[in-house]
Nanobody, 122 residues
Framework: QVQLVESGGGAVQPGGSLRLSCAAS????????MGWYRQAPGKQRDLVATVTSSGSTNYADSVKGRFTISRDNAKNTVYLQMNNLKPEDTAVYYC????????????????WGQGTQVTVSS
């Protein structure tokens, strides 16, 4: 079972910045796409940004120009740098990974972190 451990959430004022990190560990044969989703109270979980193993990125329109996703393949870690945060960015942020675990016969599975709260408020 691949495990994702997130860190870096917190409270910040509008216009501030936060950096989220997510490290994948345990039984990884291959780590493919990684990314971040978020879920605000009473709403569905939505894509924020993803990055492939080769570095191609995809962003939700609402965060383009403000958020930057990156990954360190040597550390199996994905980052989300969030700048110019707005109150509407308030949500629980979930790390995501599509991975092939050891012994799975090349089958891919989707994995999720436990979530980290980001609150943007004055």
């Amino acid at each position: 079972q691949v495990q994702l451990v997130e860190s870096g959430g917190g409270a910040v004022q509008p216009g501030g910045s936060l950096r989220l990190s997510c490290a994948a560990s345990r039984n990884i044969f291959r780590l493919n796409a990684m990314g971040w989703y978020r879920q605000a109270p009473g709403k569905q979980r939505d894509l924020v940004a993803t990055v492939t193993s080769s570095g191609s990125t995809n962003y939700a329109d609402s965060v383009k120009g403000r958020f930057t996703i990156s990954r360190d393949n040597a550390k199996n870690t994905v980052y989300l740098q969030m700048n110019n945060l707005k109150p509407e960015d308030t949500a629980v942020y979930y790390c995501y990974a599509r991975a092939i675990p050891v012994g799975s016969g090349w089958h891919e599975y989707d994995y999720w972190g436990q979530g980290t709260q980001v609150t943007v408020s004055s």
